[in-house]
RNA sequence: GCACGGGUGGCAGAGCGGUCAAUUGCAAUGGACUGUAAAUCCAUCGACCUAUGGUCUACGAAGGUUCAAAUCCUUCCCCGUGCA
């Protein structure tokens, strides 16, 4: 049986400095960068998205940055394609693939080898469910899926994206197929290294970081995306800095609270990375200043 | 000084005699998540308890009316606006 290649993962709640430690990683063990955030993915979203710089790259290829344009939309079955297609090629050149990222879902799949039924979205279908009440959804699916509907925690069966994509899979299968964690198929033996701080001291940085942000434009180039032909709407749906600055660009929101509403919603986000993250058990965690920690880690692991 | 309007839980803001520990939004805290995941959604949120119930403390302060007051009356304190 041929060995499982080895893979790093560089995770953790936004702000923390994952990106600098990956190419610090890069440079020390010869490795290369595959992004694992939801938003880098879109050409164009730089300064709102704190895409590294090809100067903060220090020359280490980054993967999994700029692959569509922001009016598409972007799935975790193509996050997976595509990094599993640039992953064999770093490895094909004998080279280490460190995933980097905080978009948990996205790493979950790709370092599981999650089996997703294989049903793409139905336009029509959502079109003519999206005015309905959840009422009127979970009876939609009641119907078709008994199963399903009372499978679904408190909180999936209440929220109607996840009603509807229910829907969505058992109006073309007939019903959802169970979740099989057998059957996933994990191509890799991953080191999880998770980065974390104190929260008083994470919020700081996230504050931080957005006063940077907009200091070196972002305001800017969101206009600018508009301008180019991104819609507002698509703004709202890409989130937090987008859809913040997006309101106040359309005069929904003052100048004034801008500051404080983001930093509130970026640090909301980055409790729910950590809801997502702490229930991993693999990952080990680090500070920021646990560098030769961390350096060991990966030495042992890598031998 | 006079005339109005107002003082409610961390904040905003409903309630205007009983069903009010007090609608709702925000914040806070915990959580969910198998093709939108920076999205979407759920729960808790005065204190204490022998906890699908009970006790206590609460709606600026102090009195009063009433079987019953955040809700009515009186006085006082504070804030806003108008007239002096």
Redesign the pocket.
Known sequence: MPTKPKILIILGP?AVGKSDLAVELALEFNGEIVSA????VYTG?NI????ITTEEMRGIPHHMLDVVDPSQ???????VKQAERAITDILSRNKLPIICG?????IQ?LIDG????????NPEL?KELAGKS?IELASILKKLDPAKLSS???????????L???IE?ATALGS??P???DK?VSLYEPLFIGLNVE?ELLKERIRARLLKRIDVGMVEEIKNLHATGLSWERM????????YIARFLQNQMNKGDIIR?LH??????A??????F??DTRIKWFTPDQKQDITNAVKTFLT
């Open positions: 936004t955030d939801s938003r880098q979203l709102g998205t704190g895409k939309r972007f799935s975790v079955i193509d996050y905080g978009t948990g879902f996205y799949a999650t089996l997703f039924p294989d049903i793409g979205p959502q959840v679904m925690n408190e909180s999936d069966s209440k929220n109607p994206r996840r509807i994509r229910a899979i959802v197929p979740h099989t964690p996933h929260a709202d749906e890409l989130g937090l800095e987008y859809r509403v509130t919603q970026i640090w909301h986000y409790k729910r990375q950590m809801t997502w702490k229930k």
